[in-house]
């Protein structure tokens, strides 16, 4: 099994670990069942997800005030002309 490795701050994490616990679904092996691990736990061992995940919280302000305020774009005039029929 590979090792992730988090890149980002003690805080990004424990904040990590909130949204994983918040949506597990992990079931622990009931009714003879072998125990499942849920996508929110299978997601911490990829690499690139959590890297990703790691950028997307880093520039989710940038995105939102980008959208958000962006400032109108000036109308440009558009000259049309009446096509023969
Ligand atoms: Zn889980």
């Known amino acids: 099994m590979a090792i992730?490795?988090?890149?980002?701050?003690?805080?990004?994490?424990?904040?990590?670990?909130?949204?994983?616990?918040?949506?597990?679904?992990?079931?622990?092996?009931?009714?003879?069942?072998?125990?499942?691990?849920?996508?929110?736990?299978?997601?911490?061992?990829?690499?690139?997800?959590?890297?990703?995940l790691l950028y997307v919280y880093r520039m989710r302000k940038l995105f939102i005030r980008r959208e958000l305020y962006a400032m109108p774009t000036r109308a440009t005039a558009v000259r049309r002309t009446a096509r023969p029929t």
Do not use: K, N, Y
């Open 4 to 52: 992730a490795i988090w890149h980002g701050t003690r805080h990004e994490l424990a904040r990590l670990r909130e949204a994983v616990a918040e949506h597990c679904e992990c079931l622990g092996g009931m009714f003879g069942l072998p125990p499942t691990r849920c996508s929110a736990h299978d997601m911490l061992a990829h690499q690139a997800s959590l890297d990703h």
